[in-house]
């Protein structure tokens, strides 16, 4: 049976960006739907950073189409991509290190969007309870008042899924999200993801296969700027061409 429109989140078709004529992205596609955990795998250099760079406009694609629940965002501006929807974790956490974990969130709070409108904003209830419920989300409600530069590194990746949950993004991007986690830090994570995933999507791009198979309800795997294989963790790990190019690796 065809799929509604309605229930894909995003659109993806053919999508290419070349750099001084090398193809990082080759005709890619793919579709996300609503709700869906969807995994994206590969080797270092295959392009899935610069997916999510073209998705959330930080980079201009050569060709191909974006939509995000049937509009085409690839000729918006970052800021105006992240209005409608779409919400992305960079592979680094970029916190407010000498701010306090409440501070952080509620800088990332819609309506306290410069640190200046922070300082002359006063503190609504909404905001304390937005914040609160955030911070339980994510495991820092004990470390509300601790400085961000004092959490663990697994701590600092969280406050910042934190900071974009807070504005509510029905697509959220996360970029190696559990690289230089520990053990129960990543198990932490796949829970929180579940978690976040009932009521939005989720695009991760992520390398641990362990922590893929906990998570993903669709894994692609790209190879040179193209789809390699794609389909459910069991089918991926199976398909001869990924033991081939990725796992064997
Ligand atoms: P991955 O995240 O899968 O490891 P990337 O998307 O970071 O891969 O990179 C894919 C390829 O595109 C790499 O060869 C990288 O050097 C190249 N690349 C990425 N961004 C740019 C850019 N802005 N200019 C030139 N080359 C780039
Ligand atoms: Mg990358």
Redesign the pocket.
């Known amino acids: 049976m065809k799929r509604a429109v309605k229930d894909i989140i995003l659109a993806v078709e053919g999508l290419t960006v070349s750099?001084?004529g090398?193809k990082?992205v080759d005709d890619f596609s793919m579709y996300i739907d609503e709700g869906q955990i969807y995994v994206i795998i590969?080797?270092?250099?295959?392009?899935?950073?610069?997916?999510l760079?073209l998705i959330c406009g930080k980079?201009k694609l050569t060709s191909g189409s974006i939509k995000y629940r049937n509009k085409e965002i690839s000729r918006m501006k970052e800021n105006k991509i992240v209005q409608v929807g779409v919400g992305r974790k960079f592979q680094t956490p970029s916190v407010y290190e000498s701010l306090t974990v409440f501070e952080n969130l509620e800088l990332s709070y819609p309506t306290a969007r410069s640190a200046l409108g922070a300082i002359f904003f006063r503190r609504s209830d909404d905001i304390v309870q937005a914040v609160k419920s955030i911070a339980k989300e994510i495991f820092l409600e004990e470390f509300l008042q601790t400085e961000a530069g004092l959490l663990s590194h697994g701590q600092k990746q969280w406050l910042e899924i934190g900071m974009l949950l807070i504005q509510d993004p029905k697509l959220l991007m996360l970029d190696e999200p559990v690289a230089g986690m520990s053990v129960a830090e990543r198990e932490k994570t796949a829970q929180l993801l579940r978690k976040i995933a009932t009521g939005r999507s989720v695009l991760v791009?992520e390398h641990d296969m362990q922590f893929v198979e906990g998570i993903a309800d669709h894994v692609t795997v790209?190879h040179q700027?193209k789809v390699l294989s794609e389909g459910s963790i069991e089918r991926v790990k199976n398909d001869p061409r990924v033991i081939d190019v990725y796992l064997g690796h």
């Open positions: 750099f001084n090398f990082a590969g080797p270092n250099g295959a392009g899935k950073t610069t997916v760079d980079t791009i790209m700027g």
